[in-house]
T-cell receptor, first 114, second 116 residues
Framework: QQQVKQSPQSLIVQKGGISIINCAYE??????FPWYQQFPGKGPALLIA?????SEKKEGRFTISFNKSAKQFSLHIMDSQPGDSATYFC?????????????FGKGTHLIIQP | DTAVSQTPKYLVTQMGNDKSIKCEQN?????MYWYKQDSKKFLKIMFS???????INETVPNRFSPKSPDKAHLNLHINSLELGDSAVYFC???????????????FGPGTRLTVL
């Protein structure tokens, strides 16, 4: 059972364009939704995160949009740059449920073409 | 000044062997985790430890056992290695998981395990 579904699997965007990655979750107990960025040979690094009490969070060029009723959230990368080329993972957890690990989506391989 | 470190970075071994991967965090965090990333890059939680107590044990074979000598370390022992154990293993840590925390997890650089 895949509790967090992520799409697309891969994405090619021109430099300066907007990259959009979508995720949907099933477990209504999830209350923390981070996005991680992973470069080849490195560990995942937190990019931005949101809680369900807000519908949007913006940090620089990165924005999370959250739709609680639809159980969906998405990452928007504005003015995408070649340095943004990486694998992006959405994730979710229930912070009130103990030391819960993150449930990850399957990842999106993003390529920004110069 | 590395936050979460793992050793070794690469591990190549024969089927049937027993091996360990070490993890250390210098962030003062209370909870540590082990994740497995398969060849398709899918990340899945294996274990988490809080205050030296195992909190989660997903459907992981009992050949895998986490060992935490202290709050800053969580080692992963694997017995009787199988071909399917080949993957990248990530250690992570976070602050106290109490309700309201962000549960931000900091990941180590990973250990690539290859079983021949």
């Amino acid at each position: 059972q895949q509790q967090v579904k992520q799409s697309p699997q891969s994405l090619i965007v021109q430099k300066g364009g907007i990259s959009i990655i979508n995720c949907a979750y099933e477990n209504t107990a999830f209350d923390y939704f981070p996005w991680y960025q992973q470069f080849p040979g490195k560990g995942p690094a937190l990019l931005i995160a949101i809680r369900p009490d807000v519908s949007e969070k913006k940090e620089g060029r990165f924005t999370i949009s959250f739709n609680k009723s639809a159980k969906q959230f998405s990452l928007h990368i504005m003015d995408s740059q070649p340095g943004d080329s990486a694998t992006y993972f959405c994730a979710a957890s229930n912070t009130g449920g103990g030391a819960d690990g993150l449930t990850f989506g399957k990842g999106t391989h993003l390529i920004i073409q110069p | 000044d590395t936050a979460v470190s793992q050793t070794p970075k690469y591990l190549v071994t024969q089927m049937g062997n027993d091996k360990s991967i070490k993890c250390e965090q210098n962030l003062g965090h209370d909870t540590m985790y082990w994740y497995k990333q398969d060849s398709k890059k899918f990340l899945k939680i294996m274990f988490s430890y809080n205050n030296k107590e195992l909190i989660i044990n997903e459907t992981v074979p009992n050949r895998f056992s986490p060992k935490s000598p202290d709050k800053a370390h969580l080692n992963l022992h694997i017995n009787s290695l199988e071909l399917g154990d080949s993957a990248v293993y990530f250690c992570a840590s976070s602050r106290d998981f109490s309700g309201g925390s962000t549960n931000e997890q900091f990941f180590g650089p990973g250990t690539r395990l290859t079983v021949l």
